[in-house]
T-cell receptor, first 113, second 119 residues
Framework: AQSVTQLGSHVSVSEGALVLLRCNYS??????LFWYVQYPNQGLQLLLK??????LVKGINGFEAEFKKSETSFHLTKPSAHMSDAAEYFC???????????FGSGTRLQVQP | GAVVSQHPSWVICKSGTSVKIECRSL??????MFWYRQFPKQSLMLMAT?????????EQGVEKDKFLINHASLTLSTLTVTSAHPEDSSFYIC???????????????FGPGTRLTVT
């Protein structure tokens, strides 16, 4: 069975500071990993995805994530936070067999001025 | 990019009535669509996998007679909440995968969600 753990339900950073959102996964087969962002009362927007190509993945809005198999991690980072980054972020995993996504519990990012 | 729409975006209904939510892939054909449910301040939980032309596959604990899913065409899946109760109030989100896309079947495109409130 697959699972995703997001450490920290709330993360608060200052504008301009580094953003680090943590995601650890569990999968018995090679995974596909995703980060999504959700603004209030909206659907999910894909930030980036890992599909067994390069381990360092660059996404939209300056976000990137690194797949580390040895640590079973896929942490999301952004060098400099903007106020517009304040939202809920979800890490998700799937594999070639399942296709449906298993989501982490989410991390709410607050950006302080 | 691939676009998925949902209709309605919000709906209020009385307890005991049924509500239908539509999920459409606008610019691609989706053989598989997924229905998720999200309670306030919680994550998304998969309810069912909808396959075009066949019966949906429901996750454990999801009542198939209460949440009827129909995927009659390659661009449309519907979720009908039958005999709705206040505890069915939630945010329902659909997604679809595009087998012809660059990521094959593994990337999902999400609809904007439907807020259901049962009074």
């Amino acid at each position: 069975a697959q699972s995703v753990t997001q450490l920290g339900s709330h993360v608060s950073v200052s504008e301009g500071a580094l953003v680090l959102l943590r995601c650890n996964y569990s999968s018995s087969v090679p995974p596909y990993l995703f980060w999504y962002v959700q603004y209030p009362n909206q659907g999910l927007q894909l930030l980036l995805k890992y599909t067994s190509a390069a381990t360092l993945v660059k996404g939209i809005n300056g976000f990137e994530a690194e797949f580390k198999k040895s640590e079973t991690s896929f942490h999301l980072t952004k060098p400099s936070a903007h106020m517009s980054d304040a939202a809920e972020y979800f890490c998700a995993v799937t594999d070639t067999g399942r296709r449906a996504l298993t989501f982490g519990s989410g991390t709410r990012l607050q950006v302080q001025p | 990019g691939a676009v998925v729409s949902q209709h309605p975006s919000w709906v209020i209904c009385k307890s005991g009535t049924s509500v239908k939510i539509e999920c459409r892939s606008l610019d691609f054909q989706a053989t598989t669509m997924f229905w998720y449910r999200q309670f306030p301040k919680q994550s998304l939980m998969l309810m069912a996998t909808s396959n075009e032309g066949s019966k949906a596959t429901y996750e454990q604990g999801v009542e198939k007679d209460k949440f009827l899913i129909n995927h009659a065409s390659l661009t449309l899946s519907t979720l009908t909440v039958t005999s709705a109760h206040p505890e069915d109030s939630s945010f329902y989100i659909c997604s679809a995968s595009d087998p012809a896309g660059t990521s094959g079947s593994y990337e999902q495109y999400f609809g904007p969600g439907t807020r259901l409130t049962v009074t």
